[in-house]
C-alpha cells in the first residue's frame, strides 16, 4: 500500500457526462500528479500541483481540469465525456518539499477505471 | 523533452533464471531514471531509482538495476525469477529540467512471464 488513496475505484458513465476523480497523496506530500493510463496511449503524464498551485501541464485535454485543496487532497474534473477517455487514471504524489529540482520518488494510487458507454 | 524506450514487448523467463527487463534512455543533462511494476488491477509500485553514484541500484523484492551511460540503458534485473514477479514493468524518466516540474515519461511498458 503506496499510501496515496483514490476515489472511486470504478466509474462507469455516459458520453457527454462529467465525472470527478478524488485522490489524497501520502501522508506529508505537498505534490501531486495526475497520470492517463489508456491501451493506445501508454501512460502519459496529465498535470501536477504543489501545494495547491499548478507546477506542469502534460496532454490534458480542455476537457479536463484538475485543482489541489488546502488538504492537498486533489480532484480531477472530466467533463463531456467521450468514448476515448475510458482510461484508468492514476495519481500520485512525492514530498517535493524544496518546490524546485527534485529526484523524489511518486507513490502512486491504485487508479480509477473510467468507462464511458 | 526526455524520453525511454522499452524495446520489447513481452519477456518470457523460467522461474529460477534470471531476468532482465530493457530500457534505453534519450536525456539533455543528468537521467533521473526509475522502474515501477504494475500487477493486475493495481497501481504502479515503485522498485528503484537512479540519480547519481552508483550505477548498481539496488530496489524492492530483489531487483536491481545497472546504469550504462555510454549505452544509454537503465535495464532491470533479477538474478532468480519467481512466478509471482509476473507482471508489467514500466521504465520512466524525469521528463523535464524546469524548476518544480517533476513529471515523469513512461516506457510503453514490459509484461514479464515467469513460467512456473
Known amino acids: 500500500d503506496s499510501g496515496v488513496t483514490q476515489t472511486p475505484k470504478h466509474l462507469i458513465t455516459a458520453t457527454g457526462q462529467r465525472v470527478t476523480l478524488r485522490c489524497s497523496p501520502r501522508?506529508?506530500?505537498?505534490?501531486v500528479y495526475w497520470y492517463q493510463q489508456s491501451l493506445d496511449q501508454g501512460l502519459q503524464f496529465l498535470i501536477q500541483?504543489?501545494?495547491?498551485?499548478?507546477?506542469a501541464k502534460g496532454n490534458i485535454l480542455e476537457r479536463f481540469s484538475a485543482q489541489q485543496f488546502p488538504d492537498l487532497h486533489s480532484e480531477l474534473n472530466l467533463s463531456s465525456l467521450e468514448l476515448g477517455d475510458s482510461a484508468l487514471y492514476f495519481c500520485?504524489?512525492?514530498?517535493?518539499?524544496?518546490?524546485?529540482?527534485?529526484?523524489?520518488?511518486?507513490?502512486f494510487g491504485p487508479g480509477t477505471r473510467l468507462t464511458v458507454l | 523533452a526526455q524520453s525511454v524506450a522499452q524495446p520489447e514487448d513481452q519477456v518470457n523467463v523460467a522461474e529460477g533464471n534470471p531476468l532482465t527487463v530493457k530500457c534505453t534512455y534519450s536525456?539533455?543533462?543528468?537521467?533521473?531514471l526509475f522502474w515501477y511494476v504494475q500487477y493486475p488491477n493495481r497501481g504502479l509500485q515503485f522498485l528503484l531509482k537512479?540519480?547519481?553514484?552508483?550505477?548498481l541500484v539496488k530496489g524492492s523484492y530483489g531487483f536491481e538495476a545497472e546504469f550504462n551511460k555510454s549505452q544509454t540503458s537503465f535495464h532491470l534485473k533479477k538474478p532468480s525469477a519467481l512466478v509471482s514477479d509476473s507482471a508489467l514493468y514500466f521504465c520512466?524518466?524525469?521528463?523535464?529540467?524546469?524548476?518544480?516540474?517533476?513529471?515523469?515519461?513512461f516506457g510503453k511498458g514490459n509484461q514479464v512471464v515467469v513460467i512456473p
Open positions: 500541483y504543489y501545494n495547491g498551485e499548478e507546477r
Open positions: 501522508s506529508g506530500d505537498l505534490s
Open positions: 536525456v539533455s543533462g543528468n537521467p533521473y
Open positions: 537512479y540519480i547519481t553514484g552508483d550505477n
Open positions: 500520485a504524489s512525492s514530498t517535493l518539499t524544496s518546490g524546485g529540482t527534485s529526484t523524489d520518488t511518486q507513490y
Open positions: 520512466a524518466v524525469r521528463d523535464s529540467l524546469l524548476y518544480g516540474n517533476n513529471r515523469l515519461a
